[in-house]
């Protein structure tokens, strides 16, 4: 987000975790591992990843998105539908979008482009040399017990964007299934203007028994313009997904995942989610 009169120097900022973002979690265990390398278990989630990326271009799914500035009541808010054409191209349809009432923000192209790439973020094997990646522990999300790992990019190449934070991978299915952090770098240029982005979460849950799939994000947090700050409140959620019924195949530990009624394009269906999943914060997005 921007202010009336700006955008930012390419840095990366150092990203503190808040006690807030930790609260749904058991203590942070620093043990080594067991039977399994830390090495190894980036290697095995990036894959994971990698195929999770694959699989998620093939679903049919609803994003909602509100940003609001709590205290003048400010709201950006947009509902759209992420579906594919009569040749299989992915597009997406705007179905809600009323009049942004945002006066102390501007959403900038950063905003919208974070907001449908980034939150959601992915960590393949083709992008493992892009970051540092520091384990730091084991910990309890809920019922699964997890791998906890801080990430970072190792240097900012020209105008790419990135993002730096925690992650926490489940020792069962070694794919990620909860993210802390923000997308790096805030943007100052020398003219004044400024373009800075929240921390949020995202939470995944499992779809259709194999992939664990973005459903929540949620971002509370001060942006510090020169000008001052302020307060954001975001969420986006992820629903209905639905696998396009294509003749694309789509692998998982390379075999071929079989088409069932509850992963089609068409009818209501709800996808299987075949094991547990965090939860999101207590807290609710705002009501209209």
Known sequence: MKTSFCTALLCAAALLLSAAAMAQE??????????????QIIQRFAAKEKEFKEARDQYTYRQTVKVETPEDGGSYQQVFDVTFDNEGHKVKNVVFAPQPTLAKIMMTEEDIDDIENRLPFVLTSDELNEYSILYKGQQQEDELHCYVFDIAPKQIEGKKRYFQGRIWVDDHDFQIVKTYGKTVPDIRKKHGSENLFPSFTTYREQIDGKYWFP?????????????????????????????????????????ELPKTPGN?????????????????????????
Request: charged share 20%; proline share 14%; glycine share 8%.
């Open 264 to 288: 089609q394009s068409s009818g209501n269906q709800s996808p299987g989610q075949a094991s547990p999943q965090p939860q999101p914060p207590p807290s609710q997005p705002p009501q209209n």
């Open 215 to 255: 459903t929540y994000t949620r971002a509370d947090d001060d942006l510090h313009f020169s000008s001052g700050d302020v307060h954001i409140r975001e969420i986006v959620k992820y629903t209905d997904y639905k696998r396009f019924g294509s003749n694309v195949v789509i692998t998982y530990e390379g075999k």
């Open 26 to 39: 058991g203590p942070l265990d620093p043990a080594e591992p067991k039977n399994i390398t830390t090495d």
